[in-house]
C-alpha cells in the first residue's frame, strides 16, 4: 500500500434510471355469489389454481376466503407506467370472462413490486454499490445477501423476516448485461385485506411515489456520507484522514489491519464494531472486488427515488 496524494479510483457521474414501473402485481376478486365461487373452483379444478395463464397471469382461487386472485406482469413487455394500472386491470378482467371466469367484486392490489432500474457507466461501480448497500445498516431491517460479490440484497423486516424490498442485478439476473451494469432496486408491497387499495387509486402519482419512498428513503438516509470503495482506495481514505487531522495513527493502523486480513480471526462483535467503526468515518468496505473503484452509496438510491418521483431530468 504505497503512499499516493492523489485517489486511485476517481468518482463517475451518478448512475441513470433506464427503467421505472411495475413489474409484478396481484389483483383480488371476491366470489360472494356461491353459484360464481362454484363455477370458479370448478374452472380451476383441485389444485386451485388455472393450468394455463390468463393474459399472462397466474389464476387462483381460495374457496374459504371466497376469492379470486390474478397475478403477472401488467405490461405486455416490459414495466408499466403506474398511471397505466387501472387500464391494466380491466383487461385483465375482460380476459378472465373471456376464459370462463366470473370476476365477482374489486378487491384491490395485494401485491406490487415497484422497480427501477439503474445503469452504471462502469460495470464495476455497480459492482461496489451492490456490495456497499449489502453492508448499511437500515433501521428495523435486516439485510440477506446472496453471491460473492453480492448478486441480490434483500431487505427484510427485523422481527418478522418479511421481505420488503430488494436491489439485484438485473443484468445477470436476465443475461442482458454484464454483471454490475444494470442494478435494480425494488420495492416488494404485499397489502392485507384492510390495507389493499384499488387500482385507480394505487395509480395516482402521490400514493405510487409515497410507497416507493417510505421503502427507499431510510436506504438512502442510511447511506448519506457513505462511500463504498475496494481496499486500496480504502487504504487511501484512512491516510487521508491521518493527513487530515481525522483520524489518529493508531487508529488507522486498527482499521487496516483489519481491512487487510479481511475480518479472518475477529469474533463477531469485533468485525461489527470495526466496520460500524468505518461508517462512522464515511467507509464502506465492498467486499471481495479488488479493483481501485468507490462509489458514493447515497447517490444511487437518491437517483432511483428521483426517477420514480419523475424529477430525474
Known amino acids: 500500500m504505497a503512499s499516493s496524494n492523489s485517489h486511485l479510483a476517481a468518482k463517475n457521474g451518478r448512475p ?15 366470489l360472494d355469489d356461491a353459484r360464481e365461487l362454484r363455477k370458479a373452483c370448478v374452472r380451476v379444478g383441485p389444485a386451485g389454481i388455472l393450468p394455463e395463464k390468463v393474459a399472462g397471469h397466474r389464476v387462483g382461487v ?22 397505466t394500472l387501472h387500464e391494466a386491470e380491466e383487461r385483465l378482467l375482460d380476459a378472465l370472462a373471456d376464459a370462463g371466469l366470473p370476476v365477482g367484486r374489486a378487491g384491490g392490489i395485494g401485491r406490487l413490486d415497484q422497480t427501477v432500474t439503474l445503469e452504471f457507466d462502469d460495470p464495476r461501480e455497480g459492482l461496489c454499490f451492490m456490495a456497499g448497500i449489502a453492508a448499511v445498516d437500515v433501521p428495523r431491517v435486516k439485510p440477506a445477501v446472496y453471491g460473492r460479490p453480492p448478486e441480490t440484497v434483500y431487505f427484510l423486516a427485523e422481527r418478522s423476516g418479511r421481505k420488503l424490498a430488494r436491489v439485484y442485478d438485473k443484468g445477470a439476473e436476465s443475461n442482458t448485461a454484464p454483471p454490475g451494469r444494470l442494478v435494480r432496486l425494488e420495492n ?14 394505487i395509480s395516482s402519482p402521490e400514493v405510487s411515489e409515497a ?54 480471526g475477529y469474533s463477531r462483535p469485533t468485525r461489527w ?3 460500524r467503526e468505518l461508517r462512522e468515518h464515511g467507509l464502506v468496505l465492498a467486499d471481495p472486488l479488488t479493483d481501485p473503484i ?13 426517477a420514480w418521483a419523475g424529477d430525474d431530468g
Do not use: N
Open 211 to 264: 410507497l416507493f419512498k417510505a421503502r427507499f428513503a431510510p436506504v438512502a438516509a442510511s447511506c448519506e456520507g457513505l462511500t463504498a470503495a475496494t481496499l486500496p482506495v480504502l487504504a487511501e481514505h484512512l491516510r487521508e484522514r491521518v493527513r487530515d487531522g481525522k483520524m489518529t495513527a493508531r487508529e488507522a493502523e486498527r482499521l487496516g489491519g483489519f481491512l487487510l486480513v479481511g475480518g479472518e
Open 62 to 83: 381460495l374457496p374459504a376466503h371466497r376469492m379470486l386472485w390474478a397475478e403477472g406482469h401488467p405490461a405486455v413487455e416490459g414495466l408499466a407506467p403506474p398511471a
Open 16 to 30: 441513470s434510471a433506464v427503467e421505472v414501473g411495475i413489474d409484478t402485481w396481484r389483483i383480488v376478486r371476491y
Open 273 to 275: 464494531r470495526r466496520r
Open 188 to 201: 416488494q408491497s404485499r397489502f392485507g385485506k384492510e390495507a389493499r387499495m384499488s387500482s385507480e387509486t
Open 294 to 306: 468507490e462509489v458514493d452509496l447515497a447517490e444511487g438510491v437518491e437517483a432511483a427515488l428521483a
